[in-house]
């Protein structure tokens, strides 16, 4: 049974709280909040053992294995590092870090300390996914010349002060969620990248919409958008030389339509087991048994090549965070 330890207690750890119940070799045994309050209410809503009022206290305990770190991304590298320098392997919610600077201070401290670590990019772990690569592998669009993913949403006017439209807190949607676009374009086309552009509409230090062009070396291109102040539909294509598929919620898709040139039609359904972190857990715990350090999924160099990606684009539109200096 691997035990695993949330940090924090917003809307994200509530969904891995959910999920982990459905893991049988998964325990959630503790929670830590910054304050003791907080760490109370979400362990009586999840009855969990351990409640922990700092995050020190459990990083310091012997009641976990895998702390799963669900704080504010300004606040990733820090607690990651934390856990780590006190022996726990950790899973981060995306993006890992806010730039890459602070991703390879992560990496090295997984190494130094010989932890397991990875970026929470539950996405590439889902059925769905793992489905459309088969797909693509098997030839079934071709060559692959374009790729198209929109995740776009608008906050609630209660939601106003969230630390997702907070400079200091790596806010953004490029961070929030167009990290989901450049890990779509790049599991269909790769890394080997020609060039590529982004524009972006920046307010009181966050990019509120941004989009972002990559121009491959094949000739291929994907156009990539992101926002959280902007409902757009929040779906995807991956275009081929025999034809398209598409995908809504496209970064973690429970239902693939193709559409084939010789007028071939299917629709392929590709459920979660749960709300779609349960795939994640169980590969952690796989990873943890087997001891390894690194996933052979999410792994450091697919982590590494998005984080600089999302830098140059930073770069591009001018945005810039206080963890970059």
């Known amino acids: ?49 351990h409640r922990f009022g700092s995050y020190e206290e459990m990083a310091t305990s012997d009641v976990i294995d895998v702390a799963y770190i669900a704080v504010p991304h300004s606040g990733h590298a820090e607690c990651s590092i934390l856990m780590m320098k006190n022996k726990k392997n950790v899973i981060c919610e995306k993006p890992l870090a806010v730039n890459t600077k602070e991703v390879e201070e992560m990496i090295a401290s997984a190494k130094e300390n010989n932890v397991f670590l990875m970026e929470a990019m539950w996405a590439r772990l889902v059925p769905g996914t793992i489905k459309i690569l088969e797909l693509i592998e098997n030839g079934l669009l071709g060559e692959i010349k374009g790729v198209e993913g929109k995740f776009c949403y608008t906050m609630d006017e209660d939601e106003m002060d969230h630390h997702v439209l907070k400079n200091e807190n790596g806010g953004g949607s490029l961070l929030d969620v167009g ?104 590969h952690v715990c796989e990873c943890v048994e087997k001891a390894l350090k690194e996933s052979p999924i999410n792994t450091f160099e697919q982590t590494l090549f998005i984080t600089k990606q999302m830098d140059e684009i930073r770069k591009i539109i001018g945005l810039e965070y206080p963890q970059d200096y």
């Open 179 to 282: 990290v989901y676009g450049l890990n779509f374009a790049s599991w269909y086309l790769g890394k080997d990248i020609d060039s590529f552009d982004a524009k972006a509409d920046v307010v009181n230090g966050i990019d509120t919409h941004t989009c972002a062009v990559i121009k491959y070396k094949s000739g291929a291109i994907a156009d990539i958008s992101s926002a959280v102040l902007l409902r757009k539909p929040n779906e995807g294509y991956i275009y081929g030389t025999k034809g398209y598929i598409h995908v809504n919620r496209f970064y973690a898709p429970q239902e693939i339509e193709i559409n084939l040139l010789d007028g071939t039609k299917e629709i392929i359904q590709t459920k979660y087991m749960g709300n779609g972190f349960e795939e994640q857990i169980i």
């Open 1 to 49: 049974m691997i035990r695993f330890g949330i940090v924090g207690t917003g809307n994200i750890a509530h969904r891995f709280a959910e999920a982990i119940k459905n893991v049988p070799q998964a325990e959630l045994t503790a929670v830590a909040s910054r304050t003791q309050l907080n760490a109370e209410k979400f362990g009586d809503e999840f009855n969990i053992q």
